[in-house]
């Protein structure tokens, strides 16, 4: 939760308000692949510390600089928030963001890649720095539709895969089993929307894909000039 972080690091409480600096800056980049973006939407809060800690750790993160203060009225605040945002999307970059992990419980975190797509099926690691057999897997990125329909969405795992889209769970199959198909509807307008995935295998082979359809477009494999993210921020010096 971005917003009760930002508030908690103006806490009079110490204690708590170190915990809130220190999970700012973890290093984890799941959290921090969504960091800025939550940052933004937190500029348009309506309580003037969330909105004062918002800014500072947006300058910090990025680099970037727009005339921004808590005090300005609604109005300008609103223009401003919309200049990160339209400044944010030059900043997505094509494929998803993976996040590997030991374990089928997301137990350690062991390496991050770009994959373009989600089209896999490992005999071996699906990482260098992963062990076989045994692993979890975060995708977390944006999903471009190309016109508002709705959409059918597949998987075809072995084992279990989450997915959501706008943080609606339109696939749920968190069970262990040979390679088979999954199913979900969802109504897209188009453009970019959130996408996160989770999967895990607990022995021997693995295949996670992902797929899409609609009315007009046949089922295929979501291409990867339709999948984004952004990189993990990092602290400027």
Known sequence: ??????????????????????????DD????????????????????PVRTNAHRELLAYTGAHFDWSPDKSPEIQQA???EWQTWLK???KPGLLGIYYRGK????????????????HWQESPHP?????????HWV???????????????????????????????????EHASSPQEGTIHLDAGRHDLFIEFFNNAN????????????????????ERLWHFEPASKHP
Do not use: C
Not at 7 to 14: E, F, G, L, R
Not at 29 to 48: G, M, P, Q, W, Y
Not at 129 to 137: A, E, F, L, M, N
Not at 205 to 220: R, S
């Open 141 to 175: 990125g944006k999903l471009e539709a190309p016109e508002s329909q709705t959409y059918q969405i597949f998987t075809y795992n072995d084992d279990g895969v989450r997915v959501w889209i706008d943080h609606r769970r339109v696939i749920d199959d968190w069970n």
């Open 90 to 92: 030059v900043q997505l």
């Open 205 to 224: 082979d693995a295949t996670i894909q992902l797929f899409w359809a609609t009315d007009k477009m046949p089922q295929t494999i979501i291409p990867p």
């Open 129 to 137: 720095d992963v062990t076989k057999g045994r692993y979890s897997i």
């Open 29 to 48: 980049e799941l959290f921090r692949s969504v960091l800025v973006e939550r940052l933004i939407n937190a500029l348009d809060d309506e309580e003037h």
């Open 105 to 120: 419980d997301f137990n350690e975190q062991k390496a991050w890649r770009v994959d373009s797509k989600i089209d896999f």
């Open 80 to 82: 401003i928030v919309k």
């Open 1 to 26: 939760d971005i917003r009760g972080l930002l508030s908690a690091k103006v806490s009079n409480d110490a204690a708590i308000a170190e915990r809130a600096t220190k999970a700012l800056e973890r």
